[in-house]
Every structure is written in C-alpha cells, then in structure tokens.
C-alpha cells in the first residue's frame, strides 16, 4: 500500500468518480445512487457509463462528476477511481489524475508500485462484503459496500442515501434490504487510514422539487406530456427503454404501445394511429430509423403527424450499439426517396430531452408532417439533476376530433398548411378525406398532374419554411462577436460551453451557439457566423471525404462560409473539455 498525503482535508468543489467493473458488478447502481443523492441535495451531477454490447457481459465502467456548483461534463479525467478486478484496475489507471486516489479490490488485484503519486488504497471488497451479509453472497453487496466507503470517505449525506437504498431494496423483500444495509454500514465502517475523509462544500443550487434522472425518461415523460397516447416501435439498444415505459405507462392514459415483429412493421402501425386522429410515436436506433425510412416518406406524402424517436449510437450496420455517435443527422434529414421534408430536433441535455418531446409533438400536430427527434446514447443512459418539470403548464390531454368538415374544406390545400382530418369526419356532403402515399390533388385524389406534382412538392416544403421562420433563437453563451464560434447540437453542449468558459478565462473572445432545431434550421445563422474569425462545429461522427462533420457540411451549405471547420470523433466516446479546447487553441494561434 502506497503511502498517502496527511494534508489537512479541504472542502470540494467537484469531484468525478471513475467505477471500473463488469456489467454485472452493480456499479451502475452505485453511480445511480449517488446521483439522486446529488438530486436530493444541493449539488449538481452529470453521469457516464460504457456497457459491452455482448449478452454475456464484460467491461464497464460509470462515471460520476458531483459538484457544489454546476456540472456541464461527466469529468475529463477522474479524481477517484474505484477498480474491482485487475483489467479494472490495468485499464483505468491512466483515467486518474496525477495524485489521484484509487481504491481497489484488494482480493483480486495486484497494486502497481509507481504510478504518478497516485494514493493506492488496497481493501478487500468481495471477502469483506461476504463477512458482513454471509457465505453465499460472494458477488452480490461488494458493490453497496463499496457505496458506503464513498460515502464515508466523501462526508456524504448518509442519512439520505440510507433513505435512497431503502426506497430501492425496500420493494424487493425484507432480506434483501437488510442483506444491502448491512454491506453499506461494513463500506461505512471501514477504516481508511491512509486518506483524510474529503467534505464536499454546500451545494449552491437553489431550485426546489428536484429530481435525478436519465435522457430515455425524460424522453419518454414528454412524449405522454405532450399528448401522444399510441405508438409501437421494436427493441434495440439503446432505444429501447423508452419502448419500454411506454408500454407500462400509456395505458394509465388510456392509450397502447404494441410492440410489433419488425420496424416496418411498427412505423406502419403508429402511422395507422395518426392517421384514425391520434398523435403517434415510434422509434428506434441506428439501422431501424434505415428500416423506417420509406414509410416515413409515406407520412409526409399523406401530410400525417407523426414523431419518429431515434437515439443515435456507433456505427453502420449493427456497429458499435452501446457507444455514442451523432452520424444519424443527414439519415434524418434526408433519408428517403423523393424530396421528402421532416422536420428534425435534438435535445441538448437530460431536462432538453422533455421539452424537445413536447415540441416535437406541437409541430407534428400543427402542421401534420413526420418529426423526428434525435437523440443519442450518451444523453439516453447519463444521469443529470434539474427542477422536476411544471406538469400542469405542459401537459396536453388529447382529444379525437370527429367533429364534420366545413363545406369548403379541402384535405390538402395549396393555400394553406394540412391539417389532417381522420377518417371519421365527412363533409357536409357526405365525402370523407382521402389519404394516399401516391401524389395527389387537394382533395386526395390521385394525380399525375406534372403541374400539380410540382406544387404538392412545394407545398410540403413551404411549411417547414413557415415553421423556420417561427423559430426561437437558439441557445447562445459567450461573446456575440470575436476570435472563435462554437456550434454544436445534441449532446455536445455540456463540453462546448464549459470550453467557451475555459477559453474565455484565458482572455479569448469567445461563443457558442447551441440548435436545437436541425431541420429546419432558424434563419438568420449566416449573420451571426460572420461576426467571428472562425466557427468550429465540435460533432461525433466522420469528416468525410471531403473534410467536415454532417453539421458542418449542412452549415456550409447553407451559409456558403469558407470559415467554417470541423472537429470529429468517432471513438464510440463524448468529447473531452480538453479536446475542444486544443482544438480551438490551435485555431487562434
């Protein structure tokens, strides 16, 4: 065992702990219930985990960043790591800073003897887990003995963790409870002698209900919020937990969730509920949005509302499915046959992903198109604490309207944005709508009208010119003009502001701009670009052949500025602080 600093202890700030496992070690758990601890409190969190993509389980690791103030990034290097088995330990060390702490199994690992004045703290997690609930619990409590050290060690709120705990092991049986409680009092109790005990300082966030949850939930919560009621999807990772919930919870709302044999299978189905009147979702991962894409173009040529959830992960094919990646953007925006407009939004963070839900439901029923929401699997899994949302100013009850069409009505007018009519509403003249994927005239009726084509296309494409020019402004932090611009979208935001912050500390004149919405973008992007020397468009996915990221070459294109430049990466990881940072430092030398 190395021999540890004795410096008197000071109050922390911040704090990222690094869990090295296996899948099934329960250290997602820990990293879960330090999270909501955080919520309960007045600190901040943000969470990260990789899972393998195999059945059978292997490496993982979760990632909690507490701070007294707030918490943009999951860490870019950890403070505290905890390593379970020897791979753990081997692979991760690198992880901690210089002068880190790492405590490690010591039944299953062999310490390093010189590693960057890192604090080595041996202690047997499995055999002293065994000890305190008894013999045949060789894998199960090491890691609620360990969430007690922690807690110990970090002067946490125990009295509310043992609350958290309870609340979680109290649903399963009276043993199991007792069997964690005695694990995390043994992790409690242990003595660590080598380290002084590390007090955080008050947290200094003032919001009140807060909660602590991941990106598919809320997702999810704002999907029934805003009043979709039908839906069926498919499994795939890391979709499907919001295919999951939906199934459990839109029946206490008197809808249904089917989850159908295959992904045609499931858009043709949700497309069937928004075409009886209903706002339907759907949704998928990666190749399944692939596998939806023709009957997505049938919904915008019928002018259905429709929101269609991709939550992006690695790759092509079957790729990476447990890692992150943003390469789903031009699938999303132009993925079909024909000229086939949708309109495409991404949350920017765990609380973004409620709202963007709600939003996304308002305009595919304003103005009965396809939207599509793109999310990705960091924000989906990590952890963040925020206000519980207001239910009563968002929520939407839905109501089938059947009521009888005017007169004069028209299913698809040239003058005007659709507004789709279920199948029950006639006229007074006893027609009823007509819904066709063929091209059509203003009445639905089939047409191969060269002229009417060539309107129809326009018309399907001036209302998402309509809605660009009600868009709000997008989210904007730094300097309005001067050296460097950051643009990002989707999960990129944390890292991107906290690197406008980092570099405008340093006496760069810096921004960030931050979209929400893809597709269509807000006007008026090309002035604000020109105001700076160079924009940088930090994004996950490849440069291409010729150069830049999906975001990028859509800016490009649409601005026509040659200062424009990419950052990518496609490691199946979330950028680092400290990448987007160099990256920029290079661009202002």
């Not at 002068?99 to 080595?120: A, M, N, P």
Request: aromatic share 8%; net charge negative; hydrophobic share 35%.
């Amino acid at each position: 065992m190395s021999q540890a600093s004795a410096s008197a202890p000071q109050a922390l700030r911040n704090a990222v702990i690094r869990l090295a496992g296996h899948s099934q070690d329960g250290i997602q758990s820990i990293g879960a219930f330090l999270a909501q601890l955080a919520g309960s409190t007045a600190q901040d969190v943000m969470t990260y985990m990789t899972i393998p993509s195999t059945i059978s389980g292997g490496p993982s690791i979760f990632q909690v960043h507490l701070g007294s103030g707030k918490v943009l990034h999951p860490g870019d290097e950890a403070d505290t790591l905890v390593a379970f088995y020897q791979d753990s330990y081997d692979n991760h060390l690198h992880s901690l800073r210089d002068g880190g702490i790492c405590f490690y199994d010591s039944d299953h690992v062999t310490e390093l003897k010189e590693e960057r004045d890192i604090i080595h703290i041996g202690i047997p997690f499995t055999s002293a887990s065994i000890e305190a609930i008894g013999g045949s619990a060789k894998d199960r409590g090491k890691n609620i003995f360990v969430l007690g050290t922690l807690c110990a060690v970090y002067k946490l709120d125990r009295e509310k963790l043992v609350q958290i705990i309870s609340r979680k092991f109290g649903k399963k049986s009276e043993d199991v409870l007792r069997n964690a409680l005695l694990a995390f009092d043994a992790g409690f109790a242990w003595q660590v002698h080598d380290i002084n005990h590390m007090p955080f300082a008050p947290g200094e966030n003032e919001e009140q209900n807060r909660i602590s949850t991941d990106g598919n939930t809320m997702l999810t919560l704002g999907l029934i919020a805003g009043g979709c009621r039908y839906g069926a999807g498919y499994p795939i990772t890391p979709w499907s937990s919001i295919m999951e919930t939906l199934r459990s919870e839109l029946p206490k709302y008197g809808g249904m969730f089917i989850q159908a044999e295959d992904e045609l299978a499931a858009v043709a189905l949700a497309i069937g509920a928004s075409y009886s009147g209903h706002l339907a979702i759907t949704g998928s991962s990666g190749p399944g949005l692939s596998l939806k894409s023709e009957a997505i173009g049938y919904a915008t040529m019928a002018e259905l509302p429709l929101v269609v959830v991709n939550i992006q992960r690695g790759g092509p094919s079957t790729g990476m499915p447990t890692s992150v990646e943003q390469s789903d953007l031009m699938q999303a925006i132009y993925g079909s046959h024909g000229d086939s407009p949708r309109v495409v939004l991404a949350p920017r963070d765990v609380e973004d992903c409620f709202y963007t839900a709600i939003e996304a439901c308002r305009i595919a029923r304003e103005y009965s198109t396809p939207v599509i929401i793109l999310s990705d699997q960091a924000i989906a899994t990590r952890i963040e604490a925020f206000p519980e949302p207001d239910l009563e100013k968002h929520w939407i009850e839905p109501m089938l309207d059947l009521s009888t069409c005017p007169a004069d009505c028209k299913p698809y007018p040239l003058d005007a944005i659709t507004r789709h009519a279920p199948p029950g509403c006639p006229s007074p003249d006893g027609r009823y709508p007509v819904v066709t994927g063929l091209e059509h005239d203003e009445w639905g009726h089939p047409s191969g009208n060269p002229v009417m084509h060539e309107k129809m296309t326009a018309k399907r494409r001036e209302k998402l010119v309509k809605l660009a020019n009600s868009l709000p402004a997008p989210d904007f932090f730094g300097d309005e003009q001067g050296d460097l611009l950051f643009v990002g979208w989707g999960s990129t935001f944390g890292p991107i502001k906290e690197a406008t912050e980092r570099l405008q500390d340093a006496g760069h004149r810096v921004g960030s701009l931050h979209l929400r919405h893809i597709h269509p973008l807000r006007n008026g992007l090309a002035d604000i670009f020109h105001r700076y020397t160079h924009v940088l468009v930090p994004e996950m996915n490849d440069c291409g052949i010729y150069g830049f990221g999906q975001l990028a070459s859509l800016l490009r294109s649409v601005t026509c500025n040659p200062n424009i430049q990419s950052l990518n990466k496609v490691q199946g990881l979330t950028f680092r602080v400290k990448e987007i940072e160099d990256a920029a430092l290079q661009l202002l030398r």
